[in-house]
């Protein structure tokens, strides 16, 4: 099969792109021809080792239509795909405009599901939602429920690292840590405050956060407000976050809203104590309390009383431990491509079996 997965962008610190590359990658090693047509970005020699073309199209998508359609268009002749995979609506909505002159399906990745645009990704043929929420949270959108598919995100084994963090990062303990883009729809003033009472109470534990983001300097000022600044260390950007994780006790990702997190998954993989609030894939993840503890989404008191128990209780916390490790391998990119090759292949046979799609709240297969 030849594949083409379509970004507007192709940079780093962009979980999106991190799964397309890791994709893309694992395609290639299953056999399949494989191009990543994309913006400017990070992963080109990733994809080049892994036997990925990858083919740059000038910055700018829908804004500068005029100047990348054509150098799409001139990729498409050239390549002549049997499906090409958009991520993001920008990317969608291109490769709808192209396709009358080909005959490629194409299947679109709802990333983003909360974007106030995501609809458009029903411009797919077939439509990948990255967790049984997303796909819920889509038809409530209008997009038609024949059209989803859920592929949840794999992110173990992937191309673009190795398969365990070459060194791990010593960390005062209790330690605690999260792993998340500094803006708001990642909540991490909710992890502060719960961390402060938390320290407040007597217990001297330590929040490393890992990430950048436009909410930077807010939250160091934040973290510093508390009295406890001394105890909050902001990480910066990580290329493997799990050399921080592998260090940590606690794992917690206190988002808004959260599609299938990838920080999430690899938490599970290094066997951290996982906390996340109750929204979006975070259950799914979490195969609904079994292998992590769930919270309302903004409830730093709830938070902060689970962090209590858990720092309190060291078998309660050793417990959580290793029911994050048990079956974390499901979450594999290898399983994610051969379910994403399951979706292409229906597209282009439609009578085929339809791909395994989740169904209301059962735990995640293991």
Not at 95 to 108: C, D, G, V
Not at 334 to 349: G, H, K, L
Request: glycine share 8%; aromatic share 4%; hydrophobic share 45%.
């Amino acid at each position: 099969m030849r594949i083409i997965h379509l970004l507007n962008h192709s940079y780093k610190a962009n979980g999106h792109v991190e799964v397309a590359v890791d994709l893309a990658c694992e395609q290639a090693r299953l056999g399949h021809e494989v191009f990543l047509v994309a913006g400017p970005g990070n992963f080109d020699a990733v994809l080049a080792r892994h036997g990925v073309t990858f083919v740059e199209l000038p910055a700018g998508g829908l804004r500068h239509v005029s100047v990348v359609m054509p150098a799409l268009l001139r990729a498409l002749r050239a390549i002549r795909p049997d499906i090409v995979h958009a991520h993001m609506v920008a990317s969608a909505i291109l490769a709808r405009m192209a396709r009358p002159l080909f005959r490629y399906r194409l299947i679109t990745t709802l990333h983003n599901s909360f974007d106030r645009q995501s609809r458009l990704m029903g411009l797919g043929n077939l439509v990948i939602a990255v967790s049984d929420a997303v796909r819920r949270e889509m038809v409530d959108k209008g997009i038609a429920p024949r059209k989803l598919r859920v592929v949840h995100n794999g992110t173990v084994n992937g191309a673009r690292r190795s398969a365990s963090p070459e060194t791990i990062m010593p960390l005062a303990h209790p330690a605690i840590v999260t792993v998340a883009g500094l803006h708001p729809r990642k909540a991490i003033d909710t992890l502060i405050a719960a961390f402060a009472s938390v320290r407040d109470r007597g217990l001297l534990a330590n929040l490393y956060i890992v990430g950048e983001g436009p909410q930077e300097r807010e939250l160091e000022q934040l973290a510093a407000a508390t009295g406890h600044g001394e105890a909050i260390h902001f990480l910066g950007y990580s290329a493997d976050p799990r050399q921080v994780m592998g260090g940590a006790d606690i794992f917690v990702l206190p988002s808004l809203a959260e599609p299938c997190a990838l920080a999430l998954i690899e938490a599970r993989q290094m066997g951290c104590a996982c906390l996340a609030s109750d929204v979006g894939g975070n259950p799914e993840i979490l195969e609904f309390g079994k292998s992590g503890q769930l919270f309302a989404p903004g409830n730093a008191a709830e938070l902060a009383d689970l962090l209590m128990r858990l720092i309190e209780e060291p078998a309660e916390l050793a417990s959580l431990r290793a029911a994050a490790r048990s079956g974390w391998a499901y979450w594999t990119v290898e399983r994610m491509a051969r379910e994403t090759i399951a979706v292409y292949q229906e597209a282009i046979s439609p009578s085929r079996q339809p791909a395994r799609a989740l169904a209301g709240k059962q735990a995640v297969p293991q």
